[in-house]
């Protein structure tokens, strides 16, 4: 059976999304985060598509882990690519905060993306959302040239992260939700630091970078 997520009213809403962000949020983000949760709320009753818990600890653990990101992402980034978005988390959430950050929504399950579709035009957010396997060679439809890549829960193989950080900008990031221990990667990328997650001992956020700011010589395959 399904879990059906708490009501909530916009002013508790926005106070404790704002308590969660480390950095401030205006009104309109606060608008398209509650209208995602409340789509989030009408899907989930017949999708599971988070898990359960109170209003407190989904907030915290699906919201308030994407915000965390928001330090970490490139200044100024322009083109973000979400990998295995689920339920919108971080992609949707991070569109929200930072509404020039056009977003690409990756999702193979066709039930969450159509979901992913529908949340990103209720909450109004310049979201492509992509009903794609990411794998190589990767689909078509992703950016040529891309700023930040986010994975919450999607593991990957070295060869298709290298493909990808073959499409990061110099200066971009790879951001992704880890625990303990480091995912196996490609030397093309390394790590420019981390950032615990909060409430965890283990889980944090692993920024990555290009292992060389000049273009990487092996072409996509």
Known sequence: ??????DISRANFAKEIRQLSPEPLDDQAITA????????????RRTNLIGPGTREEILARHYGESLAAL???????????DLGSGA???GIVLAAARPRLEMTLVEARE????????????AALPCRCLDARVQVPLPSGLPETIDVITSRA???????????????DADGRVLLWAGEHDPELP???????????????????????R???????????
């Open 1 to 6: 059976m399904a879990f059906v997520l708490p």
């Open 33 to 44: 985060l509650l209208a995602h949760y409340r789509e989030l709320a009408l899907w989930n």
């Open 71 to 81: 330090p970490l992402l490139p200044a100024g980034a322009q083109r973000g690519l």
């Open 88 to 90: 919108g988390f971080p």
């Open 111 to 122: 039930r969450k993306w159509a979901f992913l579709s529908t949340a990103a035009r209720k």
């Open 154 to 168: 999607l593991r990957l193989d070295p060869e298709t992260w290298r493909a990808l950080a073959n499409r990061l």
């Open 187 to 209: 030397a093309e990328l390394v790590s420019c630091g981390s950032l615990p997650l909060a409430g965890s001992e283990k889980r944090r956020i692993l920024a990555l970078r």
């Open 211 to 221: 292992a060389s700011s000049e273009p990487l010589n092996q072409t996509e395959p």
